[in-house]
C-alpha cells in the first residue's frame, strides 16, 4: 500500500464518538540498564519511546486497545517514589459482536506497570459498573524493532543485523535479533491469560464481565524468558522494587521543612536520584537522565555527586572510584582518549560495539579529569576519609598527567581542547552543542579552546594536590600543585576578564582571543573561589540582572548576546545544575538574598512541572500568571536537575562539614522563601550523627544542633 494514500473514512455509529488524542507527556521508570517510556496511556508508539535494554529498544510498540479504540484517558502519575505508572481510563463505545453499540464509560480501566529486575511488570484491570454484562474485546499491540539507542535518537544506518520471525508459543511472544556484532538480543512478552488469537504484532482477548465485575490481565516483558505471569508474581516482585528504593533513598542525611509543597519537591528529587542511581561494582552510581543519557557519564555523575555531597557523601565515593576504574590508558583520536584522561561516557548498544560512534567507552570532556580530582579533594574534606584517596592516588597521578601533558596543548597554563576527529563533538564542555562557543560578532573560534570554568575546575584540582601532597609528607610537591594554582588563577584575571562588561569572557581560542561573550560559564568561577572578591561582587551583579535571571532561573547565555535564544539547548535556555553551580558560587562570596531569590524562582519552576526539574527549559522571563516554558525534548528525570536543590540549600543555609575537623560550618544561615523551619536530621560527621534545626526567628535564623558531640562553627 502507498504510505501516502489517504486513509478510508471511518464508519460512525449513530451516538458514536471517536475521541482526538491528544498531546501528552511521557512518563519513564528505571531499574539497573533498563528503562521504559511511555505516553499518558502507558503505550509505545516508537518514537522516541520504548522499553530499552543496555541501550537498545526491545520494545517499540505497546498499546492498549478495547474495542479496537484506546481507552479514554482520566489520569496518569507515576508514584512519588518512581515505582509504580499507573494509568486510569474509561471505555469508548464498545461494539457487541453482531449486536448494538456498548455505552461509553461504563468500565474503568486501571494499568498498573513497576521495573524489577531489568522485568517489566503490568497489571491490566477492568472493571463493570454497569449493572448489565458487557462483553469486553481487548488487545493489545506490540511490536520490537532493537534499534540502537542512537539510531531512535536519529542517526542513521547503512546496514542492520538480521531479525527472525517472531516465535508464538500460545501466551507469548519471542522477538530475536542478530546484531551486525554477532550479539543476540531477545524480548519475550508473555500474558496470564492465553489469547483467544496471537499473532506477531498483537494479541486478542475477548472478556464477558458480569455487573460490578472484574477483570486482570498480567503481563511481563523482558530480555530474558520468566515463568507465567501472575496475581502471585506482580505482587511478590512489586513489594521488593518498593522495598528496594526505600532502602536507596535511605542514604545520607534526611531533610524537612515546615512547608508541605517544599517537602514535596524534597522527596520527589531524592526519588528521581535514587531511580537514576545504579548499583555497580565500584559502588552506587547516578545515571545521567531519561531517556536520552540513562548510562554512566563522567561530567553529570561528578557534578551529581558533589550536590549532594553535604550531606551523602556514599554517591561521591561510588563515582570516584567507578571513574578511576575506567580511566583512559591509551591515545585515541576516535574516542579523545589520552593517558589519564576521565571517561565522559559509555554505551553498551550495537552501534557503540561496532565503531559506528565513538560512544562505547568516550572521553571527550576537557572538564571531567579536572573535575574527578577536584571530587576527590571536596570529598576528603567532608569525610575525612584518605585511605580512599590513597587507594586512588594512581588515578589522581594520572589525571594530573593528563592535565599538564594533554590538556594544555600550547604550553600557556590553560586547559583546552580541539576536536580529534569529525565524528567527535566540536565543543568539550559542558555546554557541548555545536553553536555554544563564538565570538561577540556571532563567528565561531578555531581552536584549541580554553574555556573559563574549566580552568576553575583545573584551579580546584591543583589545590586539592597540594593538600594531598602535604598530607603525604611531600612538601616539593604540595609546593609545585599551590604554585601551579596560584598561576591558573592570574592567568584568568589577566586573560579572561573584560573591563568593558566587569564580566569574565566565556573562552579564549587558539590565536589567544578572547571570546568576549557574557555566559553564566564564570558563575562556576565562583564557585570554585578563583575571582577576587572584587570581581566576584561584580560577575555577582551580572548574574543577578534581568539579563541572566529569567525569575525562574539563571540562563546559559545573557539576553542581548549574538546567538541568544530563550529556546536553545544552550544559548539562552535555563539549566537548573547550573543555576545551583552558580547559586553555590554566589553564596561563597557572601551573596545571600540573590541565593535565596534563585532556590525559590526553581521551586516554583518544579511547583508547575508535577514537583520535577527537567534537565533545562526555556529561558524566556517570567509572566504573571503564565508558567515556565518547556524545552519539548529534555531529559526528565535528569540527576543533576533533581541534584539541584541540594546544592541551592547548601547556598541558603551557608553550611559545610569538616570531616577532617570533625565540625560543622554554618555561615549566615537564610531560609527558603516561606519556610519557617528546616531540619536536617542524622547529618554524618566522622562517626557521630547530629540533627540541625534551622529556625526563622524575627529578622535572622537560629540553629540548633542536637546529638552527638559535634562542634559547630557559626559565622
Not at 509504580?84 to 461494539?95: E, I, K, M, S
Not at 532502602?247 to 517544599?262: E, Y
Not at 524575627?698 to 562542634?711: D, E, K
Amino acid at each position: 500500500m502507498d504510505d501516502l494514500a489517504p486513509a478510508p473514512e471511518a464508519v460512525v455509529e449513530p451516538g458514536e464518538i471517536h475521541e482526538p488524542r491528544v498531546p501528552h507527556r511521557l512518563h519513564a521508570l528505571k531499574d539497573r540498564d533498563t528503562f521504559v517510556v511511555c505516553d499518558d496511556y502507558g503505550d509505545v508508539l516508537g518514537a522516541g519511546d520504548g522499553l530499552f535494554h543496555n541501550d537498545t529498544r526491545i520494545l517499540s510498540c505497546f498499546r492498549l486497545l478495547l474495542g479496537n479504540k484506546p481507552p479514554s484517558l482520566l489520569s496518569a502519575a507515576i508514584s512519588q517514589d518512581n515505582v509504580f505508572f499507573t494509568f486510569h481510563g474509561a471505555n469508548q463505545a464498545l461494539p457487541y459482536p453482531g449486536g448494538p453499540v456498548g455505552p461509553p464509560g461504563v468500565l474503568h480501566v486501571e494499568r498498573k506497570r513497576f521495573l524489577w529486575e531489568e522485568r517489566l511488570y503490568e497489571r491490566i484491570t477492568c472493571t463493570n459498573y454497569s449493572r448489565d454484562v458487557v462483553i469486553l474485546p481487548l488487545a493489545m499491540e506490540f511490536g520490537a524493532d532493537f534499534h540502537d539507542m542512537f539510531e531512535v535518537r536519529g542517526m542513521k544506518r547503512a546496514r542492520r543485523g538480521f531479525q527472525q520471525r517472531p516465535q508464538l508459543d500460545g501466551r507469548s511472544v519471542r522477538f530475536v535479533y542478530e546484531g551486525l556484532d554477532k550479539v543476540e538480543r531477545t524480548s519475550i512478552i508473555a500474558f496470564s491469560d492465553p489469547p483467544a488469537r496471537l499473532s506477531a504484532g498483537r494479541a486478542e482477548f475477548m472478556y464477558a464481565l458480569q455487573a460490578e465485575g472484574r477483570l486482570e490481565l498480567y503481563i511481563e516483558i523482558g530480555a530474558h524468558d520468566g515463568a507465567i505471569p501472575s496475581r502471585e508474581r506482580f505482587r511478590a516482585a512489586a513489594a521488593r522494587a518498593r522495598w528496594d528504593m526505600r532502602a536507596r533513598r535511605r542514604h545520607g542525611a534526611r531533610i524537612k521543612s515546615s512547608g508541605r509543597l517544599f517537602n514535596d519537591w524534597l522527596e520527589k528529587s531524592r526519588a528521581d536520584l535514587a531511580l537514576l542511581t545504579t548499583r555497580m561494582e565500584t559502588g552506587p552510581y547516578p545515571y545521567a537522565g531519561i531517556p536520552w543519557f540513562s548510562t554512566a557519564f563522567g561530567r553529570d555523575a561528578i557534578i551529581t555527586a558533589w550536590q549532594i555531597l553535604w550531606f551523602d557523601p556514599s554517591l561521591a565515593k561510588g563515582v570516584l572510584t567507578y571513574l578511576a576504574a575506567h580511566q583512559a590508558q591509551e591515545i585515541s583520536t576516535f574516542r579523545d582518549s589520552a593517558p589519564g584522561k576521565i571517561m565522559h561516557e559509555t554505551r553498551r548498544g550495537e552501534m557503540p560495539a561496532l565503531g559506528e560512534v565513538p560512544f562505547g567507552r568516550y572521553y571527550v570532556g576537557v572538564d571531567t579529569t579536572p573535575l574527578f580530582v577536584a571530587l576527590a579533594g571536596a570529598y576528603a574534606e567532608r569525610t575525612g576519609d584518605h585511605q580512599l584517596i590513597e587507594d586512588l592516588w594512581p588515578a589522581l597521578e594520572g589525571a594530573m598527567g593528563w592535565i599538564e601533558h594533554f590538556g594544555d596543548t600550547n604550553g600557556d597554563g590553560l586547559i583546552d581542547y580541539a576536536r580529534g576527529e569529525k565524528s567527535g563533538l566540536a565543543n568539550q564542555g559542558w555546554k557541548d552543542s555545536q553553536d555554544s562557543v563564538f565570538h561577540k560578532d556571532g563567528r565561531f573560534p578555531n581552536g584549541p579552546i580554553a574555556l573559563v570554568e574549566v580552568q576553575g575546575y583545573a584551579f580546584l584540582a591543583y589545590q586539592a594536590m597540594s593538600r594531598f601532597a602535604a598530607r603525604r609528607d611531600d612538601d616539593e610537591a604540595a609546593r609545585r600543585w599551590a604554585g601551579r594554582a596560584e598561576h591558573v588563577r592570574r592567568e584568568v584575571e589577566a586573560r579572561f576578564w573584560m573591563d568593558e562588561h566587569d564580566y569574565y569572557g566565556i573562552a579564549v581560542d587558539g590565536a589567544g582571543e578572547l571570546c568576549r561573550v557574557k555566559s553564566s560559564n564564570p558563575g562556576h568561577l565562583l564557585f570554585a573561589g578563583l575571582p577576587s572578591k572584587g570581581r566576584a561582587r561584580q560577575v555577582a551583579n551580572r548574574l543577578m540582572s534581568a539579563a541572566f535571571d529569567t525569575g525562574w532561573g539563571l540562563r546559559t547565555l545573557a539576553d542581548g548576546e549574538a546567538r541568544y535564544n530563550p529556546m536553545s539547548y544552550h544559548n539562552g535556555s535555563v539549566w537548573p545544575h547550573d543555576t545551583a553551580l552558580c547559586a553555590l558560587g554566589l553564596s561563597r562570596y557572601g551573596e545571600r538574598d540573590g541565593v535565596v531569590s534563585l532556590l525559590s524562582g526553581l521551586f516554583e519552576t518544579a511547583s508547575n512541572l508535577d514537583m520535577r526539574l527537567p534537565e533545562l527549559f526555556c529561558g524566556f522571563p517570567r509572566a504573571p500568571g503564565e508558567p515556565p516554558v518547556a524545552y519539548p525534548v529534555a531529559c526528565l528525570p535528569q540527576a543533576w536537575a533533581a541534584g539541584a536543590v541540594f546544592m541551592l540549600l547548601q547556598a541558603v543555609l551557608g553550611i559545610s562539614v569538616d570531616g577532617e575537623r570533625g565540625e560543622i560550618e554554618i555561615w549566615d544561615p537564610h531560609l527558603p522563601i516561606g519556610i519557617d523551619r528546616l531540619w536536617v536530621q542524622g547529618l554524618r560527621v566522622g562517626e557521630e550523627r547530629v540533627d540541625l534545626c534551622f529556625e526563622r526567628l524575627g529578622g535572622r535564623v537560629a540553629v540548633h544542633c542536637s546529638g552527638g558531640g559535634v562542634p559547630i562553627r557559626l559565622r
